[in-house]
Nanobody, 126 residues
Framework: QVQLVESGGDSVEAGGSLRLACANSGSVNDPCMGWFRQAPGKEREGVAALDSYGFTKYAASVKDRFTISRDSAKNTLYLQMNSLKPDDTAMYYC?????????????????????WGQGTRVTVSS
């Protein structure tokens, strides 16, 4: 079974930056992966996703502030988060499928993914 291990969560002030990382133990080259988050008292929501060919998809709330990327050699997914706001406070989860994919409309849907990490906490203070 694929293991996803997130890191990089921290407490920062509004306007700051963080970079999250997700190490993927799977053997598929450049699988479809995404970042999700769940704030206290709210449902988990899709933040950003990346298909096997470099296509990215972002939630409107993070577009132009967050950037998803991948280091294929390290099989690691990243989420660069800039201009952080208190509303970005949440547990951030990495998700993956054990396959390559391209141009999938459901990239930000939770039910598209089969493997999940344990999460890394991000707290943004005002």
């Amino acid at each position: 079974q694929v293991q996803l291990v997130e890191s990089g969560g921290d407490s920062v002030e509004a306007g700051g930056s963080l970079r999250l990382a997700c190490a993927n133990s799977g053997s598929v080259n450049d699988p479809c992966m995404g970042w999700f988050r769940q704030a206290p008292g709210k449902e988990r929501e899709g933040v950003a996703a990346l298909d096997s060919y470099g296509f990215t998809k972002y939630a409107a709330s993070v577009k132009d502030r967050f950037t998803i990327s991948r280091d294929s050699a390290k099989n690691t997914l990243y989420l660069q988060m800039n201009s952080l706001k208190p509303d970005d406070t949440a547990m951030y989860y990495c998700a993956a499928i054990e396959a390559r994919c391209g141009g999938v409309a459901r990239l930000l849907r939770q039910d598209f993914y089969t493997d999940w990490g344990q999460g890394t906490r991000v707290t943004v203070s005002s």
